[in-house]
């Protein structure tokens, strides 16, 4: 936790990667005290009763204690998360192959770039309820949800990755007789790799909007049936625990994604 | 073709050494997308064991000829023989040294230089082994382990250097090797060159935009004109480069010849 290396930018890939690398930078202390100059306004914001409908920090930290206490939190996340790891895994598997097989053949880029373009470009959330009409309220138009908003970004970035890879790198390995597999394995993935982990992270992140506007527009069930039920009873702390959870969960699930990546992927960037 | 390469070694021109060509090019002509016409009947002959630099303004096509040499590149007419034999692409008795390094940046130093080798499926600790040798020979013992962001542009190249050494091919095809290194670095790495080569019986193909650089390193010089490039000139530059660099670089031999090609490539220039 108190990595204290430094890595430069150019390498850290993408901009949640910058940032988190310098929030993951940051001595305990200072990240601690952040969170808690956060709460501590949000507390007072909430204590000068601007607003009925918001609640102060210890309100809500309360209710969310309660939640997880009489396993409503859980049972919630339980609902919520098997169409999103569903839509996740599936976005990465079609996503990632598709963008890489868009950055090495030219037919491919033809034949589906301009659907991912399209798809990357327009607002998905309008097609939610069309998917609902044509698949119903079940498991497979929230999956289908969450694909729609992640894969687009994680086929682009990974196909950019691919088109990235400096020519001289795959120069030299033709120069010393690489075949066009170990010229994929060992040079165009590992090089692509820093941007194809930006687009996943951010895939990550929209597979989250993915399936929290599922479960507020198509059915409520899970978190999204959690803060909807509690917005209409106006159990505004119980509200505001649910978004401050699924939010926090994003955020973790993400930076997780980036420490796995380090880890894995970039020597590199280790500490030695 | 074997026979007529056999019955040709003798018609160099080249007077006291009989050393014969390893690399010849014929009438060498590259268009790029039907217009660009970069390289114009390149009819060149590099002798083994020699260093020839190809010199010349920025745009002329040394990196095009290089990379036809190479492999990397088709020409669109004529021909590159190595060894007698006419290049369909690379092959194992030529190595790249990169203008960028070309580094894998994931990579250690020692994975780098013994990449070629990796490529060529050679079992780890025999690459490891040659690679060690070689990043030794160029002056990066200690070095091994350290990932390319950690090194300087020097030492880059020279990570770049001991790659294509550990490959052990005959032609070492080199791209403005030292542009990106400061002058310190570029004069220190240039006498380790003409070190180098008294331990390694290596042919070398250097391309650089440094008369300088041509002078003090080369058997022979090709200047070419600009776009599209042509041979201009071929200069064999005789300098005795055994003693003292500084003393070199003072020699009025080396200084004449330097003036001499300055005069010649200014009328481009202007
Ligand atoms: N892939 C390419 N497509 C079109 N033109 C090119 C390409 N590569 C090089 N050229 C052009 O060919 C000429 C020679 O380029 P190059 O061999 O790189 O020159 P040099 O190495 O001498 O600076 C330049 O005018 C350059 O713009
Ligand atoms: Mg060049």
Not at chain 2, 23 to 35: A, D, E, L, N, W
Not at chain 2, 55 to 75: D, F, H, N, V
């Amino acid at each position: 936790m108190t990595k204290t290396d430094t890595v430069p930018s150019a390498i850290a890939g993408g901009v949640t990667g910058g940032a988190m690398t310098r929030f993951a930078q940051m001595p305990v202390f200072w990240r601690l005290l952040s969170l808690a100059l956060f709460f501590g306004a949000w507390e007072l914001a909430g204590q000068s009763n601007f607003n009925a409908a918001f609640p102060t920090f210890t309100e809500t930290f309360a209710a969310f204690v309660e939640m997880v206490l009489d396993g409503s939190m859980g049972a919630a996340y339980l609902r919520t998360i098997e169409p999103l790891i569903v839509g996740l895994a599936f976005s990465l598997g079609v996503g990632v192959a598709a963008g890489v097989a868009m950055g090495l053949r030219r037919d491919v880029e033809f034949l589906t770039l301009p659907i991912f373009i399209t798809m990357q470009a327009a607002p998905m959330a309008a097609l939610i309820p069309l998917i609902t009409f044509v698949y119903g309220v079940g498991l497979a138009s929230k999956v289908l949800a969450v694909v729609f908003l992640a894969m687009p970004v994680i086929t682009i970035n990974s196909y950019k990755a691919v088109r990235n890879v400096p020519g001289s790198l795959l120069d030299m390995t033709r120069s010393f007789m690489g075949s066009r597999w170990q010229q994929i394995t060992r040079i165009i993935l590992p090089a692509a790799s820093p941007m194809m982990f930006a687009g996943i992270r951010l895939g990550v992140a929209e597979g989250f909007s993915g399936v929290v506007l599922a479960e507020l527009l198509i059915t409520p069930t899970g978190i999204g049936d959690l803060i909807t039920y509690h917005r209409s009873v106006a159990n505004f702390g119980h509200m505001y625990a649910t978004i401050v959870s699924i939010v926090a969960f994003a955020v973790i699930a993400v930076s997780l994604l980036y420490h796995l990546e380090t880890k894995l992927f970039r020597p590199e960037k280790r500490g030695q | 073709m074997n026979a007529i390469a056999q019955a040709e070694p003798s018609a160099t021109v080249a007077g006291s050494a009989p050393a014969t060509p390893i690399v010849r090019t014929r009438g060498i002509h590259k268009v790029y997308g039907g217009t660009v016409h970069a390289l114009k009947d390149i009819n060149l002959e590099f002798k083994r064991g020699e260093l020839t630099s190809l010199l010349g303004p920025s745009g002329c096509g040394k990196t095009t000829l290089l990379k036809i040499i190479a492999g990397l590149l088709e020409p669109t007419e004529g021909e590159v023989e190595v060894n007698g034999k006419p290049v369909t692409g690379p092959g194992p008795e030529r190595a790249f040294v990169f203008q960028d390094f070309a580094l894998m940046p994931w990579a250690t130093v020692l994975r780098n230089a013994a990449f070629g080798l990796e490529l060529q499926g050679v079992n780890r600790s025999e690459r490891e082994e040659r690679a060690r040798h070689y990043v030794n020979e160029v002056g990066l013992s200690g070095f091994e382990d350290k990932y390319p962001h950690e090194l300087s542009g020097g030492m880059r190249q020279r990570v770049g250097l001991a790659r294509a050494l550990a490959v052990d091919a005959d032609v070492l095809l080199m791209d403005e090797p030292f542009s990106a290194v400061d002058e310190q670095t570029r004069r220190k790495f240039q006498e380790d060159l003409i070190h180098l080569r008294e331990r390694e019986n290596k042919t070398f193909i250097l391309v650089t935009h440094s008369i300088e650089e041509a002078v003090y390193l080369s058997d022979r010089i090709v200047l070419l004109s600009p776009r599209p490039g042509r041979v201009g000139q071929v200069i064999d530059p005789e300098i005795e480069r055994k003693g003292d660099p500084d003393a070199i670089r003072r020699a009025p031999e080396y200084l004449d010849l330097t003036d001499e090609i300055w005069r010649g490539l200014r009328e481009y220039v202007e």
